[in-house]
């Protein structure tokens, strides 16, 4: 069955960088896009960024300049990397499977920016 | 950006049919989907491409519009329906509404 999975540290420092990895199963990554979702106190749900099947990306503008989004597809693993946190980027990091929609979601990780 | 607009909150009793509205600041076709999300969970879609039933959502949801104004209708609504239910457009980047607040009376 379809499962996807986030993992990342749960605290980072203002400045340091941000990483995360999404590891899925059921599906191959060559097949779907694959996005990144956050949800923040001060924003709610704010889409980032995605990786096509292809492996080409596409940012949100507001996180262009620092968001990195790649893949191993031979890992089923999927990677964000944010550089330059602020507190204002603490919330809740999501990946979703795209298909008609974002279909499948893992269960999120919480990340805390803070010294 | 495209800006989704939703009602912040609803209040309804069982058994009875509610509707939940998402206005777009620009057209989105028909590229707008339903999520909904309980507290401590990740949001599992409804609805996609604005009247298209997902995998496994009961019929009682259902969707609706084109354009700027689209409606996420629960009928009936159950207790088990108590979630924030968010809009998203995919026809412009992507962006989602704030989110309405069903609760039950």
């Known amino acids: 069955q379809v499962q996807l999975k986030e993992t990342g540290p749960g605290l980072v420092q203002p400045t340091q960088t941000l990483s995360i990895t999404c590891t899925v199963s059921g599906f191959s990554l060559t097949s779907y896009y694959m996005q990144w979702v956050r949800q923040t106190p001060g924003k709610g749900l704010e889409w980032m960024g995605f990786?096509?099947?292809?492996?080409?990306?596409e940012y949100n503008s507001e996180f262009k300049s620092r968001l990195s989004i790649s893949r191993d597809t031979s890992k089923n693993q999927v990677f964000l990397k944010m550089n330059s946190l602020k507190t204002e980027d603490t919330g809740v990091y999501y990946c979703?499977?795209?298909?008609?929609?974002?279909?499948?979601w893992g269960q999120g990780v919480m990340v805390t920016v803070s010294s | 950006d495209t800006v989704l607009t939703q009602s912040p909150a609803l209040a309804v009793s069982p058994g009875e049919r509610v509707t939940i509205s998402c206005k777009a600041s620009?057209?989105?076709?028909?590229?707008m989907h339903w999520y909904q999300q309980k507290p401590g969970q990740q949001p599992k879609l409804l609805i996609y491409?604005?009247?298209n039933l997902a995998s496994g959502v009961p019929a009682r949801f259902s969707g609706s519009g084109s354009g700027t104004d689209f409606t996420l209708t629960i009928d009936p609504v159950e207790a088990d329906d108590t979630a924030t239910y968010f809009c998203q457009q995919s026809w412009n980047g992507h962006t989602f509404g704030a989110g309405t607040k069903l609760e039950l009376k």
């Open positions: 979703a499977r795209d298909q008609l929609g974002f279909d499948y």
């Open positions: 491409k604005a009247s």
């Open positions: 990786i096509r099947s292809g492996g080409s990306t």
């Open positions: 620009e057209s989105v076709s028909t590229r």
